[in-house]
């Protein structure tokens, strides 16, 4: 079983077994394609069912700022409202139905 092993012996075993898989470079190309495709798959699986922890939500909810508006702004809206008929009529009708355009 002992071998005499030396760099060149080496060399040409090298050589030999590269020209017999030579033949197979096209499907260990296309396995190791598919095997790659396969890992992104599960990998963007796994990132794109993660859901947020309790914490996480909640920490995001006392970062919103609601927005404030200051009552001079709401006075002159009424006033403007109260003014015209034509935003009076167009306030009623976006009070009756909002989703009409």
Do not use: C, H
């Not at 050589?15 to 798959?41: E, H, N, S």
């Not at 599960?42 to 609601?66: C, H, M, W, Y």
């Amino acid at each position: 079983m002992s071998k005499n092993l030396n760099i060149k012996s080496i060399a040409a075993l090298s050589v030999t077994w590269l020209q017999k898989m030579r033949q197979y470079l096209p499907l260990i190309f296309i396995v190791a394609l598919l095997g790659l495709y396969g890992f992104l798959v599960f990998q963007i699986n796994g990132v794109t069912s993660a859901e947020p922890t309790d914490d996480a939500i909640t920490e995001k909810l006392q970062t919103v700022q609601r927005p404030k508006i200051d009552q001079a702004t709401i006075d002159k809206l009424q006033l403007l409202q109260d003014n015209s008929t034509e935003v009076q009529t167009l306030f009623k009708q976006a009070r009756d139905n909002p989703f009409q355009e």
